[in-house]
């Protein structure tokens, strides 16, 4: 058996897992390298550290924030100045290069991800003459002698037809060569004697549809980097492809902290309900990613080091532990493991301490606090913009919400870089915060006397708080010192479209609202 890395096998106490020293001295290495001013206050009573996230107290204005090639490893770095909300997802979406490698997959498991090849035309569409209408298929001018049997989609190539002749014809059936047109059912009439008459002027060419009209074998249908949605696996089948060639579902790992968290039942006895385990898997595949495994560790410093240590995947996401108390220990891990900090501390209302880091070459963990809207902010805020490059969507321009469609005088921001971002004006004013940037959950309501689409700021906007979220079309960004009535500010898209029409919800305010 090979012995647990950077230690002998034979230092093990006898009847202790080698595996478990190598973690404890892992762990008692990160936590004497702490900076004194990072460890937990120790005559503050209680396990946990509250949240930064939960206090309006000013943050320090911030500084310039290390980017991915500039920060210092944790286990020789002191505390970070709070990078800016947008330094913090330029540099998620920074941290790597761009997707990796390409897979082909079968039509049927192609949906939500991205062409990492041209989609070309592996054929003339159509690839014959067809039918665009049942009917008759006439040959030189009329009337015609219809006979024969009828003409059928599927079938073997039918005879030629001479001069005055016709068959009756289906949709979708092959054309005879030297046909001149084909007659709709309801535009013609067959007389006694067999004979066709047109109710109304044939022109050459009607109702056929001719080889190659939509595109010729070699054309070039979607470019690499396309999404690959329902009318694409539509248009994918129909140019003959069986497989496409697209970029692999980036694989995420869920890591809920937390000893005081109930799977089920009612809160009791200082515990709570863990509302982001049911949340934070569904809302990453939402992203377009393969969560592979949702864990949960409580406040287990060992067993978080060895699930980190152990993880495979693209990313790791982690809930709670963030800040500096007792029992977070989410930056011992990091220190334990050397890992890169690219993000510490964000100056974003909630959501304050969440962290970006680079495990290794190819693999990212994200930490979130541990409060719900605190840990959708942080999802936002550094997982979304890393796993949009991870899964080849980062120039994706393919996708929009049926609102943002209904609504041309919107622009999109960052050159369109970010189909997520664009605008809309606030309906009401949204408070800010002294130094820190602000996410707060809208809807967007029409305004029947302006005909302006408006973005109405919801109540339940605290860290912990998920009424609101769970009632939004988005989230809006308020700058540091807030936002004014009609003002225009950017809308972060949850990754989902719907419009639910709540009752209660009125277009000329938020009065009565029930979030």
């Not at 509250?50 to 204005?61: I, K, Q, R, Y």
């Not at 924030?65 to 947008?86: D, K, V």
């Not at 209408?133 to 037809?161: F, I, R």
């Amino acid at each position: 058996m090979n012995a647990p890395r950077g230690r002998s096998a034979q230092t093990a106490p006898v009847g202790v897992d080698p595996m478990d020293v190598d973690v404890d001295e892992a762990l008692a290495l990160a936590n004497d390298n702490r900076p004194h001013h990072n460890r937990p206050d120790a005559t503050r009573p209680g396990g946990r550290r509250p949240d930064p996230a939960d206090s309006e107290a000013p943050t320090a204005p911030t500084a310039a924030a290390p980017g991915p090639n500039t920060a210092s490893s944790p286990r020789h770095t002191s505390r970070h100045t709070a990078t800016s909300w947008a330094m913090a997802r330029r540099t998620a979406a920074r941290a790597e290069r761009g997707p990796r490698g390409a897979t082909g997959v079968p039509l049927d498991q192609a949906l939500g991800l991205v062409l990492a090849a041209p989609l070309t035309a592996l054929t003339d569409l159509p690839s014959f003459d067809t039918s665009a209408m049942d009917g008759w298929v006439v040959a030189g001018p009329g009337p015609w002698a219809v006979g024969g049997e009828g003409l059928l989609a599927g079938h073997e190539p039918p005879a030629p037809l001479a001069d005055g002749e016709a068959a009756a014809i289906a949709t979708g059936a092959r054309v005879p060569s030297d046909a001149t047109a084909v007659i709709r059912s309801e535009h013609g009439h067959i007389d006694a004697g067999g004979q066709l008459h047109p109710l109304r002027e044939v022109a050459h060419g009607q109702d056929i549809r001719p080889r190659g009209q939509e595109c010729r074998s070699g054309d070039l249908l979607l470019p690499a980097g396309a999404l690959v949605t329902p009318a694409v696996l539509g248009l994918a089948a129909a140019a003959g492809y069986d497989t496409l060639t697209v970029v692999p579902r980036p694989t995420v790992e869920v890591l809920i902290l937390g000893d005081e968290l109930l799977t089920t039942g009612l809160p009791r006895e200082g515990l709570i309900r863990d509302a982001l385990g049911p949340m934070l898997p569904h809302w990453l595949r939402a992203l377009g990613v393969e969560v592979t495994a949702v864990r949960r560790l409580g406040d287990d410093a060992k067993a978080l080091l060895k699930a980190v240590r152990e993880a495979d995947t693209d990313l790791v996401v982690t809930t709670g532990g963030t800040a500096f108390g007792p029992v977070d220990h989410v930056h011992p891990t990091l220190r334990a493991l050397d890992a890169e900090l690219l993000v510490d501390g964000v100056a974003v209302r909630p959501g304050h301490p969440m962290l970006l880091a680079r495990l290794k070459e190819g693999q990212h963990l994200v930490g979130l606090p541990g409060n719900p809207l605190a840990a959708v902010s942080g999802l936002l805020t550094l997982a979304e913009p890393l796993l949009r490059v991870l899964s080849g969507r980062a120039q994706d321009q393919t996708h929009s919400s049926a609102q943002r469609q209904a609504h041309d005088g919107r622009r999109q921001l960052d050159g369109g870089r970010n189909p997520e971002a664009y605008t809309a004006p606030l309906h009401a004013p949204a408070p800010g915060h002294p130094h820190d940037t602000r996410l707060i959950p809208i809807v967007l309501r029409q305004d029947d006397g302006s005909g302006h689409e408006w973005a109405v700021p919801l109540h339940y906007n605290g860290p912990a708080m998920l009424r609101g979220i769970a009632a939004a079309d988005g989230l809006a960004v308020i700058p540091p010192g807030g936002a004014k009535e009609g003002q225009e500010v950017e809308i972060l898209d949850l990754p989902w479209s719907w419009n639910p029409g709540l009752p209660g919800l009125n277009p000329a305010g938020n009065e009565g609202c029930f979030t």
